[in-house]
């Protein structure tokens, strides 16, 4: 494909890098003549010094002919006029960087519409839907979210004294927009009929709305157990902490926030009235961190944009007993060397806006019938677009026999994710996610993904 | 805006019955018919546009609100409703949130002030209190006066 990237900072050239060595042309701009000649040499393709803004430096980057491009600088506005211009002079599909804020105000003002976007992200919160993932799910077992977080996927075993040992799946009365995709039980892993019955120590892949989801695996993990939200500390009230915040207040989360800086905490804690206790400190200290009992949470998120301070209140956190920690990392390198070191260190998991930004990209550079999301112990996460040849298009999925190993998990029809019911019509253009078995996957291919 | 002033008790849905957004914005905006604020045509286009408007992006705010907006050539004024469901209803907001209230507003097309009243609303129903004070209302006057109150 020919793809042009706008901005060479951290998440332009990580996507850049990443992309090197592919079968792809390349084509960077970027505005800061240092930044442009550092990348040069680290990416393979063309970088153009200038502004992404210029039509003249557009189309002398081949806009024309261009299938993909990505706005990525940190600038909003640089971003929306980029997309527009690159639209204008012919390229395919633009896919826009945007702050929180933005993102915020797109229900008063139709930002795709009138900038010519394809697609709209931000990186503060795909990194929380991320970060969010690892707190709903304290048992630390695969979780995958799709459709930016409207379901999800989880597995959890059944442990011995839970309630459902013995049960049938139709007993167990799922919620509606819940379902079991497989079981794996010693070494075998099965889609199961409604008459099967829960046995101790099954491994459940369970899918669904989110909230729905988190309910039902807490019931099916133990009788005793309750459900609980996790108590969780975040250093800093930046667009990460707060995008955070957000996102996991729905499940029942108690949320302390530290901010340092007097007036943003001011406003941060009216904006999360009711959600979210904000704490004006500078939790670098040690002494700050003691005074709050941070020792008693389940999780301490570090969001500050500094990667060292992120990581050593993570190891101050750790040492004063908190469950798990959980820093955001910044530099791409930095990442990778603490990931690495993440269980002599006592880290959970380390969290790098970067990457998860790349991760998301990569879907769109792909002239693929489909593509792999993920392997779970039930098979592969499988993402198609219904195209007009597929032989399920147009079709209600009743209908459809599906080959045995894998089923449906979710339809998406513009913005709206659902769990497909038997009534649901596919249709082309329609993004479909599978769990898929390997003995089912040719197959499904050939019915679904043509 | 004022809207203790723009809205009558009729205009009030105090316990909403649907569990969708498309069902929520069908709801409200056959009330407005109902109540005769609006024409049977204006009613079938507004709830088109508006479940349309909603594929797009959603119109839920966050913090268990959500403003569904449109534009009709069929209305001289801003006209507007509002909706409370104390189960709330899934508008997959941006917080992911489920929605308590919903104020929907089919707007003149000549309306050139449109973004200052939508950002007016939704700044209205951050600030302190003014959520629970709606949860806790018990009749359409209590929730008039829960909007006089803070206004």
Redesign the interface.
């Known amino acids: 494909m020919n793809i042009i990237i706008i901005g060479a900072g951290q998440i332009g050239l990580h996507l850049a890098r990443s992309l090197s060595g592919a079968a792809h042309d390349i084509i960077v701009i970027e505005s800061n003549e240092k930044l442009a000649e550092s990348s040069a040499s680290e990416i393979d393709g063309r970088v153009i010094t200038g502004s992404g803004t210029s039509v003249e430096l557009l189309l002398e980057a081949g806009i024309a002919e261009s299938d993909l491009l990505f706005a990525l600088t940190s600038n909003d506005s640089t971003n929306l006029i980029a997309c527009k211009l690159a639209k204008e002079l012919g390229t395919k599909k633009t896919i826009c960087r945007v702050s929180p804020l933005l ?2 105000e ?5 930002y ?2 009138n900038f010519a976007l394809d697609h709209i992200f931000s990186s503060e919160r795909l990194s929380a839907i991320e970060i969010s993932k690892h707190i709903r799910n304290p048992e630390g077992i695969a979780i995958q979210e799709i459709a930016r ?2 379901i999800e996927i989880q597995q959890i075993r059944i442990p011995e004294d839970s309630n459902a040992c013995g049960k049938s799946l139709l007993e167990l009365n799922l919620p509606e927009r819940v379902r079991v995709a497989s079981i794996q039980r010693t070494e075998r892993s099965f889609v199961p009929t409604a008459k099967e019955k829960i046995e101790p120590n099954d491994q459940i892949t369970l899918f669904g709305d ?2 729905r989801l988190s309910k039902t695996a807490t019931s099916l993990r133990s009788k005793t157990e309750k459900e609980k939200g996790a108590n969780v500390v975040i250093l800093g009230g930046g667009e990460y902490g707060l995008s955070l915040a ?2 996991i ?2 499940w029942n989360c108690q949320i302390r926030i530290f901010e340092k800086n007097q007036d943003h905490a001011e406003a941060l804690a ?2 999360l ?2 959600k979210a206790t904000v704490i004006h400190a500078d939790a670098a200290s040690l002494n700050e961190l003691r005074e709050e009992q941070v020792g008693i949470a389940d999780f301490f998120v570090a969001t500050t944009h500094s990667d060292e301070d992120n990581v050593m209140t993570c190891l101050q956190a750790k040492n004063l007993g908190t469950k798990s920690c959980i820093p955001l990392i910044h530099r791409t390198d930095y990442a990778n060397a603490v990931n690495q070191a993440k269980s002599q260190l006592g880290i959970k998991e380390v969290i790098s806006p970067r990457e998860v930004v790349r991760r998301e990209l990569m879907r769109f550079i792909t002239s693929d019938k489909y593509h792999i999301v993920k392997k779970i112990p039930a098979g592969e996460i499988i993402e198609t677009t219904i195209r007009e040849k597929s032989k399920v298009a147009g079709k209600a999925v009743g209908e459809i026999s599906l080959p045995p190993g894998s089923i449906f998990v979710a339809i998406i ?4 994710a659902k769990v497909p019911r038997a009534t649901d019509m596919i249709e082309v253009g329609d993004t479909v996610f599978s769990i898929v078995s390997e003995e089912a996957k040719k197959s499904f291919l050939k019915l679904v993904a043509k | 805006m004022e809207l203790a002033n723009t809205l009558t008790t009729k205009q009030i849905v105090p316990e909403m019955i649907s569990t969708t957004s498309a069902e929520a914005i069908e709801e409200l905006v056959t009330e407005l018919h109902g109540i005769g604020i609006i024409t049977e045509s204006c009613k079938t286009n507004s709830i088109h546009l508006l479940i349309e408007r909603e594929d797009k992006t959603t119109t839920g705010i966050g913090s268990g609100v959500a403003i569904p907006h449109t534009f009709s050539s069929e209305v001289k004024e801003i006209t507007m409703i509002f909706g409370r469901s104390m189960e709330g209803i899934d508008f997959e907001a941006i917080d992911n949130n489920p929605v308590n209230f919903v104020v929907l507003f089919i707007m003149p097309e000549n309306n050139k002030n449109h973004l200052q009243t939508l950002s007016a609303i939704a700044k209205f129903f951050t600030k302190g209190g003014i959520r629970k004070k709606l949860l806790e209302a018990n009749t359409k006057e209590d929730i008039i006066n829960a909007f006089k109150e803070q206004e």
């Open positions: 993102l915020k797109e229900w008063m003002f139709d795709r519409s977080g409207r989110p909230s957000q996102m207040s729905p009216e904006e009235a009711g029809k513009g913005i709206h």
